[in-house]
């Protein structure tokens, strides 16, 4: 009996190390798609070891949930149904991206579901349940969750950080933010929210807004110091990608300038691994705690006969996470369908960039740069460029900002023509400047005036050159019948603003004449009258976009010249002039009419900013459009140079850029 034991005991000994190894093993592979036909997946992993997931069915009627040990598991793991829709009323259709979380003790499903009788006027639901399994558990019905103001809304997640619990959803805003936004809000209870609604992204992006405009689906990974909110954009066929925002874990989620948004899409369409509309994702991590995991769901083929919103055929996904040195994560592209082993390396060296590369911004189309430099950093002000490229479109400007002069960080739109009551309220966001005085940031644009339809100047005002800006008078600071040099409506346009060694602020603006004026102390009124810069000191070729910068001694008014427009300068040693006509400091743009120059100096050395057309078609900002051109321009930068006596070299165009600076 002894000598039997000992051999049992020495066959376990043996085999238990194999039975380790295979668990590991299975925790770390399984087979893609693991769960056909089931899109908006979310995966959880509980403390009791199992994995759960949640998904959308086809049919949109029912919410079912599977468990597993493993995530390969889940493929063979039976779906109970824990909830059917109803029959008429709330709740009766559209039952979408369900999500299952546990909070206190308790288990939460929240969900998307219309009216029977109203299939598309969509809101957003929940469950509960205090029951110890939620596959076999009585589940609570607790109807819509409130929000703040009622329209189309869906996709909630929710996420505990730092003795605080949020919701993140969509929802459906206000213009000009009209598409399908994603907004976070503060959580008293786990069915409800507390305070303001904070809109953290909204569709603008080139590859947000193919098919339809949308932000969607958002999921939350904390990792490495960071808040990371992935969330799917555009159409749901091919088009649908991941794209990703960025907080610091310390920083005031609530606050969107806490928020970095990337530039391009974090996990797409792959025709190589033939996986097409990844998008709807959720982070789940292996059992040792140790590699995270993305689930997503996406299609093996990309032409979708019928309406891609019932296409049953999306499924969901699952692979590792890879992180860069500097901990963001890298999601790569979607693997193909077929046995995945998580890679032993996770890790993914990332070189900075050796220039900016021309055009700084590729996502949205640019114009009108006006760079400013505020505490070792530089914000560029622009205007947005939209439309069919046959005239000009202008819907809103925009804020980006660097440290490096390669690296631009987007700041949202702050500003747009509607924020002024007084003008027209349309696409009418032309060229602006923006300055610094006593703490407060003064952005001065052009808009057509709402009474009289000419350009006007105004100005709005912040505390953060980021904004929120507001209009600081209520009316224009000026008007058409201000300006009687020419005969035209449009020669108050282009203002641009300097503030002298003495503390003196001016404006300058203007088309076909050359206008300036001192500026009160507030920086919202004129100081006296309104002069003209003599054609003659100008080379006799103004057109318009005067711009004012110092250097020792010598005033710079540059300034574009003829049509299509160069960009010629004159020096003075006077901000009032005389000035002395010196030539061309810039060629004119590629593929662009217009050229409009902003001028700084950052870190020891001199930058020349303008506009061009060369995003050609299905390139960047262009793909699926008309490409750049005089009406979709994107903004470059390069060096400026000046010779011996002060003049300035001409600005040699390029599409390598600046190299970073240091």
Request: proline content about 6%; aromatic content about 12%.
């Given at each position: 009996?002894?000598?039997?034991?000992?051999?049992?005991?020495?066959?376990?000994?043996?085999?238990?190390?194999?039975?380790?190894?295979?668990?590991?093993?299975?925790?770390?592979?399984?087979?893609?798609?693991?769960?056909?036909?089931?899109?908006?997946?979310?995966?959880?992993?509980?403390?009791?070891?199992?994995?759960?997931?949640?998904?959308?069915?086809?049919?949109?009627?029912r919410i079912e949930i599977r468990r597993a040990k493993t995530l390969g598991g889940l493929s063979t793991a039976?779906?109970?149904?824990?909830?059917?829709?109803?029959?008429?009323?709330?709740?009766?259709?559209?039952?979408?991206?369900?999500?299952?979380?546990?909070?206190?003790?308790?288990?939460?499903?929240?969900?998307?579901?219309?009216?029977?009788?109203?299939?598309?006027?969509?809101?957003?639901?929940?469950?509960?349940?205090?029951?110890?399994?939620?596959?076999?558990?009585?589940?609570?019905?607790?109807?819509?969750?409130?929000?703040?103001?009622?329209?189309?809304?869906?996709?909630?997640?929710?996420?505990?950080?730092?003795?605080?619990?949020?919701?993140?959803?969509?929802?459906?805003?206000?213009?000009?933010?009209?598409?399908?936004?994603?907004?976070?809000?503060?959580?008293?209870?786990?069915?409800?929210?507390?305070?303001?609604?904070?809109?953290?992204?909204?569709?603008?992006?080139?590859?947000?807004?193919?098919?339809?405009?949308?932000?969607?689906?958002?999921?939350?990974?904390?990792?490495?110091?960071?808040?990371?909110?992935?969330?799917?954009?555009?159409?749901?066929?091919?088009?649908?990608?991941?794209?990703?925002?960025?907080?610091?874990?310390?920083?005031?989620?609530?606050?969107?300038?806490?928020?970095?948004?990337?530039?391009?899409?974090?996990?797409?369409?792959?025709?190589?691994?033939?996986?097409?509309?990844?998008?709807?994702?959720?982070?789940?991590?292996?059992?040792?705690?140790?590699?995270?995991?993305?689930?997503?769901?996406?299609?093996?083929?990309?032409?979708?006969?019928?309406?891609?919103?019932?296409?049953?055929?999306?499924?969901?996904?699952?692979?590792?996470?890879?992180?860069?040195?500097?901990?963001?994560?890298?999601?790569?592209?979607?693997?193909?369908?077929?046995?995945?082993?998580?890679?032993?390396?996770?890790?993914?060296?990332?070189?900075?960039?050796?220039?900016?590369?021309?055009?700084?911004?590729?996502?949205?189309?640019?114009?009108?740069?006006?760079?400013?430099?505020?505490?070792?950093?530089?914000?560029?002000?622009?205007?947005?460029?939209?439309?069919?490229?046959?005239?000009?479109?202008?819907?809103?400007?925009?804020?980006?900002?660097?440290?490096?002069?390669?690296?631009?960080?987007?700041?949202?739109?702050?500003?747009?023509?509607?924020?002024?009551?007084?003008?027209?309220?349309?696409?009418?966001?032309?060229?602006?400047?923006?300055?610094?005085?006593?703490?407060?940031?003064?952005?001065?644009?052009?808009?057509?005036?709402?009474?009289?339809?000419?350009?006007?100047?105004?100005?709005?005002?912040?505390?953060?050159?980021?904004?929120?800006?507001k209009d600081a008078r209520g009316t224009a600071l000026i008007t058409n019948a201000m300006t009687r040099a020419?005969?035209?409506?449009?020669?108050?346009?282009?203002?641009?603003?300097?503030?002298?060694?003495?503390?003196?602020?001016?404006?300058?603006?203007?088309?076909?004449?050359?206008?300036?004026?001192?500026?009160?102390?507030?920086?919202?009124?004129?100081?006296?009258?309104?002069?003209?810069?003599?054609?003659?000191?100008?080379?006799?070729?103004?057109?318009?976009?005067?711009?004012?910068?110092?250097?020792?001694?010598?005033?710079?008014?540059?300034?574009?010249?003829?049509?299509?427009?160069?960009?010629?300068?004159?020096?003075?040693?006077?901000?009032?002039?005389?000035?002395?006509?010196?030539?061309?400091?810039?060629?004119?743009?590629?593929?662009?009419?217009?050229?409009?120059?902003?001028?700084?100096?950052?870190?020891?050395?001199?930058?020349?900013?303008?506009?061009?057309?060369?995003?050609?078609?299905?390139?960047?900002?262009?793909?699926?459009?008309?490409?750049?051109?005089?009406?979709?321009?994107?903004?470059?930068?390069?060096?400026?140079?000046?010779?011996?006596?002060?003049?300035?070299?001409?600005?040699?165009?390029?599409?390598?850029?600046?190299?970073?600076?240091?």
């Amino acid at each position: 009996m002894n000598n039997k034991l000992n051999k049992f005991i020495f066959s376990l000994l043996i085999l238990l190390p194999l039975y380790v190894w295979a668990a590991k093993d299975s925790a770390m592979e399984w087979t893609n798609p693991i769960v056909p036909q089931r899109a908006d997946p979310q995966v959880f992993l509980h403390a009791d070891g199992y994995y759960y997931l949640a998904a959308t069915v086809p049919e949109y009627d029912r919410i079912e949930i599977r468990r597993a040990k493993t995530l390969g598991g889940l493929s063979t793991a039976k779906p109970t149904v824990i909830w059917r829709k109803h029959d008429k009323g709330e709740m009766g259709a559209h039952i979408w991206a369900p999500e299952i979380h546990f909070i206190d003790g308790k288990w939460y499903v929240y969900f998307t579901s219309g009216p029977a009788e109203d299939i598309w006027n969509i809101r957003l639901y929940t469950l509960e349940t205090s029951d110890r399994n939620p596959l076999t558990a009585k589940w609570k019905e607790n109807g819509k969750l409130k929000l703040n103001w009622e329209s189309f809304s869906l996709d909630a997640t929710t996420f505990a950080h730092k003795g605080k619990r949020y919701l993140v959803w969509t929802q459906r805003g206000d213009a000009p933010y009209d598409g399908t936004n994603i907004y976070i809000a503060e959580m008293d209870t786990p069915t409800s929210i507390t305070g303001k609604a904070v809109l953290l992204t909204h569709p603008e992006l080139e590859w947000e807004t193919r098919g339809y405009r949308v932000n969607e689906a958002p999921a939350v990974m904390i990792r490495h110091g960071k808040v990371f909110l992935t969330y799917s954009a555009s159409a749901t066929d091919a088009n649908y990608t991941l794209g990703m925002l960025t907080a610091d874990e310390n920083a005031n989620l609530l606050d969107p300038k806490s928020w970095f948004k990337s530039q391009q899409p974090v996990l797409k369409s792959n025709p190589e691994t033939s996986q097409y509309g990844t998008g709807h994702n959720s982070f789940t991590i292996t059992p040792d705690g140790k590699t995270d995991i993305i689930v997503y769901h996406s299609r093996n083929y990309e032409k979708i006969e019928g309406n891609s919103l019932y296409n049953p055929d999306r499924a969901t996904r699952a692979q590792a996470v890879k992180w860069t040195t500097d901990g963001t994560p890298v999601f790569g592209v979607p693997v193909a369908d077929g046995e995945y082993r998580i890679p032993s390396d996770l890790t993914v060296a990332v070189s900075p960039p050796k220039s900016a590369t021309n055009p700084i911004i590729t996502e949205v189309f640019t114009a009108d740069p006006a760079p400013m430099v505020y505490d070792d950093r530089v914000y560029l002000y622009v205007g947005q460029d939209e439309g069919d490229g046959r005239g000009y479109q202008m819907p809103r400007w925009r804020v980006y900002s660097t440290s490096d002069m390669v690296n631009w960080k987007d700041e949202g739109a702050p500003l747009k023509p509607s924020d002024f009551k007084w003008s027209t309220g349309g696409d009418t966001s032309w060229a602006g400047h923006t300055i610094e005085k006593d703490g407060k940031f003064y952005w001065y644009i052009t808009v057509d005036h709402g009474e009289t339809n000419d350009k006007a100047i105004g100005v709005a005002v912040a505390d953060s050159p980021t904004g929120p800006f507001k209009d600081a008078r209520g009316t224009a600071l000026i008007t058409n019948a201000m300006t009687r040099a020419t005969q035209i409506t449009w020669d108050d346009i282009d203002p641009a603003v300097f503030i002298d060694d003495d503390g003196q602020a001016w404006l300058y603006w203007g088309n076909q004449k050359c206008y300036y004026a001192k500026l009160k102390d507030n920086m919202i009124e004129l100081d006296g009258e309104i002069h003209v810069v003599p054609d003659s000191e100008l080379g006799g070729q103004f057109t318009e976009a005067p711009w004012i910068h110092k250097r020792g001694d010598l005033y710079y008014l540059s300034y574009a010249a003829g049509f299509p427009e160069k960009t010629a300068y004159s020096i003075s040693k006077s901000i009032t002039g005389p000035w002395e006509y010196k030539g061309l400091v810039a060629e004119g743009a590629q593929n662009s009419n217009t050229i409009h120059q902003g001028i700084i100096n950052f870190r020891g050395k001199d930058y020349f900013f303008y506009h061009s057309g060369m995003i050609q078609h299905n390139q960047g900002a262009g793909a699926g459009k008309n490409g750049g051109g005089s009406y979709l321009r994107s903004v470059c930068v390069d060096y400026l140079y000046y010779n011996p006596d002060g003049t300035m070299k001409i600005v040699v165009q390029t599409t390598k850029g600046v190299a970073p600076a240091e």
